[in-house]
């Protein structure tokens, strides 16, 4: 079975532009978790999508946002990027919200100039 | 979720047990204890979890104390490969209605020496 799948692995932007990131679960996992990693911050959880639905939020700004698709695929995005949003941001996926064993895709690492 | 406290670093030699261990005084009675690593530029990985009786897998073993305030991992035979920072989670049952947040620390840094 195929692991969780992140595009692009590696991005760079510049401030003030907008960035959306890809995230495909491992099939028949429904719940896709966002989290971002930072030196300074460490793992942060961003937020999480079941049945395409927000149903939980990290405490980060109105700039961040996400969405899932039927097919539970989903997407974050990343508006009026700062030099501070660079990080690698991690999907994890479970079969349902709180599956026992969270499964991680390898991050994008993305850099803004 | 309980706050847990982790050593920032250990170093274990190649084919020993490394015993990585993680505070948990404020644990609550229906917390769990997730161990969680990630090696180097990789997302992290589920290794175990725990409420109060000790657990083991393929991977590894945990070990709690009876007074579950602080808890070991053990990993039996450490190679090469296991060298990764190692994080201690301490969190309600991971369910449909407590969601899948994870609340990671900075966890261990666990160097494992040829």
């Known amino acids: 079975k195929a692991g969780v799948t992140q595009t692009p692995r590696y991005l760079i932007k510049t401030r003030g532009q907008q960035v959306t990131l890809s995230c495909s679960p491992i099939?028949?996992?429904?719940?896709v978790s966002w989290y971002q990693q930072t030196p300074g911050q460490g793992l942060q959880f961003l937020f999480e999508y079941f049945s395409e639905t927000q149903r939980n939020k990290g405490n980060f700004p109105g700039r961040f946002s996400g969405r899932q698709f039927s097919n539970s695929r989903s997407e974050m995005n990343v508006s009026t990027l700062e030099l501070g949003d660079s990080a690698l941001y991690l999907c994890?996926?479970?079969?349902?919200?709180?599956?026992?064993?969270?499964?991680f895709g390898p991050g994008t690492r993305l850099t803004v100039l | 979720d309980a706050k847990t406290t982790q050593p920032p670093s250990m170093d274990c030699a190649e084919g020993r047990a490394a015993n990585l261990p993680c505070n948990h005084s404020?644990?609550?009675?229906?917390?769990?204890v997730y161990w969680y690593r990630q090696i180097h530029s990789q997302g992290p990985q589920y290794i175990i979890h725990?409420?109060?009786n000790n657990e083991t897998n393929e991977m590894a073993s945990l070990i709690i104390t009876e007074d579950r305030k602080s808890s070991t991992l053990i990993l039996p035979h450490a190679t090469l490969r296991d060298t990764a920072v190692y994080y201690c989670i301490v969190r309600v049952l991971l369910g449909e209605t407590s969601g899948s947040r994870l609340t990671f620390g900075e966890g261990t840094q666990l160097t494992v020496n040829p």
């Open positions: 725990g409420l109060k």
């Open positions: 994890a996926s479970s079969p349902i919200p709180g599956g026992r064993e969270q499964f």
């Open positions: 099939s028949g996992h429904r719940s």
């Open positions: 404020t644990i609550s009675g229906n917390e769990y």
